[in-house]
Structure formats: C-alpha cells, structure tokens
C-alpha cells in the first residue's frame, strides 16, 4: 500500500472530529482546509512537474528542489530531502514521476518526526497547576492564540487564568481581556508600564488561590529591543520558577506563518534566550508557503505543537505531521483508489 492510500484510509474514515461554530468537521479535513494556499501553489507545481516529465532524472530533482525552496522548506531541509528522496527511488528502481509524488509525502513526515522523542502533547501537569509561558514579538497573533488556547482548554472541563504580561505594548491588556471576557476566564493584570515579573507573582497567587488546573502568561515582544527583552523574560521565567519549582512547563513560541524565513530567525532568537519547549504558529491558513514547518523543526529541533488553520475559535489545532502532509497532498489522496 502506498504512503498516500494509508493517509485515505486513516484520514477519511476517522471518526475524531472538532466542532465548528456551523459544522462539525474531522481534524484531517481541518488541516485539508487550512493547508489549501500551500497545497494549491506546492502541489500543484508538483504536478505540473511530474505531467512534464516521463522519467525521474538529474533535471527533474533540480527542478523539484526549487520548488521546495520556494515553498520555505528550508535550503538545508531541501538538501536532505532530495538526497533520501534520489536513494529511495534507486532503492525502489522507480521510474515513474508519478511514484515520486507518494515518496516525497512520506519522506516529509519521516523527516518531520526525525529521531525526536518530542509530541506535539503539552506537558500538563495532572495534580497541580500548569504555567504556559508565551513569548513571541509583536503582531504574530499571539494574544489571539492565547485566547484560543484558554477556549480549547475550558472545552475540555478545565480552569483556567491569564497573565497580562506584555505591559508595554498599548492596548495588549485590554485585548486579553476581551478575549477572557469571550472564553469566560479570568485574567490578572496591573497597570500598563508595570514590572511584568510582579504581573507574574500576582497571577501565580491568584491561580493557586482558585485552585485553577491552567495559568497561561502573555509577555512582551519588543524584539527591536532584545537585550532589554530577553532579560525580561528571563526575570519572569525566574519568579515562576521561584514561585512553582519546575515551572514554567512549557514554553511556547509563537511565530506567523505568513512571515517565513523570517519566522525561522525569530525563533533562533528566542531559542538563544529562553528554553522554548515548542512553537506554535499562527495564520498556517494564510501563506502558500506553508513549508516552514518543516525548516523549523528541522534546523531547529523544536516540535511546532500547535497550528492555526482559520480564525474560528477551534482553528487551533494541535500539530500532526501525518495530517499535516495529508492537507498538502488532499486533492491527489482523495483521488487515490484503496
């Protein structure tokens, strides 16, 4: 059985769905949705490559690699990518381009999940309260993901409270707010232009007050500013820790899709400063570039844990490399015959 009639068979006969504001849809036609600007501009340049070639050779792989590159899977990823994918096809003697395009779905996974022992599961903490620190710069959608997080956690019977750590940027307390008045959550807060460490103390006290199972903190992103910055979060990461010995239990990152390589850079910045545990990234539905997941978990080696495939309230997703390469080759998966 092929790479790609696996992918049917798991992801078109699922039963494990996510229920939108009008619809009830599985998680596998979430990723085929929110993955269509990547899939119509990668897949589609795949297929007009292997329509215009008979045989896998030297100029095909070439052309394939540059496609690659354009999608921003990364210049080291693509290498990689293209050496295994040349050794399979010897392995496999396969001629034929058209066997190529299950090959290359199957290598991208493999590749995605490496050796790596890392899920895309958080690190929840069952007998008491769990810190999520979020840390990205301005404008990538962070409190939004923040918001969004709080909601699938309250779906699942969970209490929940939020930090207003970003003090800095106008209007970043009075937007958590908003959205903890729409998932119906607390959220702690000082005045703008406070020490966010002191922010931090407060909601720590006040999350334990509640007995509460999750505290997720918002922080400044002013990475125009990094020296400034960096020592900031490493004086809130220290009075969590101070506060709940082995906090915070995840350190998530959050990048824009939609910015690419630059999103690669962002996150080696931050991953110098602070021990990122995992990122997550925003506006996946928004970019046709969409190959940027692979580039960060490969040169990086930090699991991307969650996506966002829409603005609903329940386009965040949890990541998955299966269902992700099943977004980015759905029009040719759904035409395979099991």
């Known amino acids: 059985m092929s790479f790609f009639k696996k992918l049917k068979e798991k992801f078109t006969t699922q039963e494990e769905k996510v229920k939108d504001v009008e619809v009830e849809v599985t998680i596998g036609e979430k990723f085929k949705q929110g993955l269509t600007k990547t899939r119509n501009s990668f897949t589609g340049r795949v297929n007009e490559l292997v329509a215009r070639y008979r045989k896998v050779d030297e100029d095909f792989f070439e052309e394939l690699e540059e496609i690659l590159i354009q999608a921003d899977v990364g210049f080291d990823t693509v290498m990689e990518l293209i050496d295994q994918l040349k050794m399979e096809v010897k392995l496999r003697n396969i001629s034929d381009t058209r066997e190529v395009q299950s090959v290359i779905s199957e290598k991208l996974v493999e590749i995605y999940q490496g050796d790596a022992k890392e899920t895309s599961s958080l690190n929840i903490q069952e007998d008491g309260l769990t810190v999520i620190l979020f840390v990205g710069v301005n404008g990538v959608g962070k409190t939004t993901t923040i918001g969004k997080l709080a909601h699938k956690f309250?779906?699942?019977?969970?209490?929940?409270?939020?930090?207003?750590?970003?003090?800095?940027?106008?209007?970043?307390?009075?937007?958590?707010?908003?959205?903890?008045?729409?998932?119906?959550?607390?959220?702690?807060?000082?005045?703008?232009?406070?020490?966010?460490?002191?922010?931090?103390?407060?909601?720590?006290?006040?999350?334990?007050?509640?007995?509460?199972?999750?505290?997720?903190?918002?922080?400044?992103?002013?990475?125009?500013?990094?020296?400034?910055?960096?020592?900031?979060?490493?004086?809130?990461?220290?009075?969590?820790?101070?506060?709940?010995?082995?906090?915070?239990?995840?350190?998530?990152?959050?990048?824009?899709?939609?910015?690419?390589?630059?999103?690669?850079?962002?996150?080696?910045?931050?991953?110098?400063?602070?021990?990122?545990?995992?990122?997550?990234?925003?506006?996946?539905?928004?970019?046709?570039?969409g190959g940027i997941v692979l580039a960060i978990r490969n040169e990086l080696a930090i699991p991307v844990k969650f996506v966002g495939l829409g603005e609903k309230m329940d386009d965040l997703q949890e990541f998955d490399a299966e269902k992700y390469v099943y977004g980015l080759f759905a029009d040719i998966i759904d035409k395979e015959q099991l």
């Not at 103390?201 to 007995?211: E, G, L, S």
Request: charged fraction near 25%.
């Open 154 to 289: 309250k779906a699942e019977g969970k209490s929940v409270v939020l930090a207003a750590g970003d003090t800095f940027r106008a209007g970043a307390i009075e937007q958590l707010e908003v959205w903890g008045e729409r998932v119906g959550v607390s959220v702690i807060k000082q005045g703008e232009g406070s020490d966010p460490a002191a922010v931090m103390f407060d909601a720590i006290q006040a999350a334990k007050a509640r007995k509460a199972d999750i505290l997720i903190c918002d922080t400044a992103g002013r990475l125009q500013n990094k020296v400034n910055l960096m020592k900031e979060l490493e004086k809130v990461k220290r009075v969590i820790e101070r506060e709940i010995p082995g906090a915070p239990h995840e350190v998530l990152l959050a990048l824009d899709a939609t910015t690419g390589q630059n999103a690669l850079i962002q996150a080696k910045t931050f991953k110098e400063a602070t021990n990122v545990s995992g990122i997550v990234l925003t506006k996946l539905d928004g970019t046709a570039k």
